[in-house]
T-cell receptor, first 115, second 114 residues
């Protein structure tokens, strides 16, 4: 498909488990973003890649959160020792930087529920 | 502290009428603004954007107005259609959106009644 894809769409984890969430950006998009969306809130920034370089990880809530994009395309967000407060929808977005400002295109998200 | 505020959690409009969704921001460094539409169980879908060098941008039924002095933007949908029923998010960025994250409001749920 032409859009951003994410997998799995839904993930249920027991507290303390590690999870890995995958994002396939739009082909050719240089920039990739991860956001966390809690219920009733807008998306909140987690981290940003330009190609394989992680340029901003200021939004990661703790050192249990780790993201990578080793070849500059697919990205994985890993959460170690999940806690109940990690329950949220995790959104991935990609963009192609341009002179007029780049629009971020979002995937469908992964809904994580930590029991 | 919320840098992007959508003070109306919900809005109900009759089909065919105008829908006006409002957004306020506090950070004067923001220079690029976007509106996204979100259906349940889907990711946000880009609708329309505006750079701070403009005060209006139009795309079909959607128009975004920017008032920099008031730090306020609005999205007008004319005419509103039942398929427009969704949550609308306002988002803002500094550096023309090219260097990092978007800051989102909490969203406004629009219901368009037939």
């Amino acid at each position: 498909g032409a859009g951003v894809s994410q997998s799995p769409r839904y993930k249920v984890a027991k507290r303390g488990q590690d999870v890995a969430l995958r994002c396939d950006p739009i082909s050719g998009h240089v920039s990739l973003f991860w956001y966390q969306q809690a219920l009733g809130q807008g998306p909140e920034f987690l981290t940003y890649f330009q190609n394989e370089a992680q340029l901003d990880k200021s939004g990661l809530p703790s050192d249990r959160f780790f993201a990578e994009r080793p070849e500059g395309s697919v990205s994985t967000l890993k959460i170690q020792r999940t806690q109940q407060e990690d329950s949220a929808v995790y959104l991935c977005a990609s963009s192609l930087p341009g002179l007029a400002g780049d629009t971020q295109y979002f995937g469908p998200g992964t809904r994580l529920t930590v029991l | 502290d919320q840098q992007v505020k959508q003070n109306s959690p919900s809005l109900s409009v009759q089909e065919g009428r105008i829908s006006i969704l409002n957004c306020d921001y506090t950070n004067s460094m923001f220079d690029y603004f976007l509106w996204y539409k979100k259906y349940p169980a889907e990711g946000p879908t880009f609708l329309i954007s505006i750079s701070s060098i403009k005060d209006k941008n139009e795309d079909g039924r959607f128009t975004v107005f920017l008032n920099k002095s008031a730090k306020h933007l609005s999205l007008h949908i004319v005419p509103s259609q039942p398929g427009d029923s969704a949550v609308y998010f306002c988002a803002a960025s500094a550096y023309g959106g090219s260097q990092g994250n978007l800051i989102f409001g909490k969203g406004t749920k629009l219901s368009v009644k037939p």
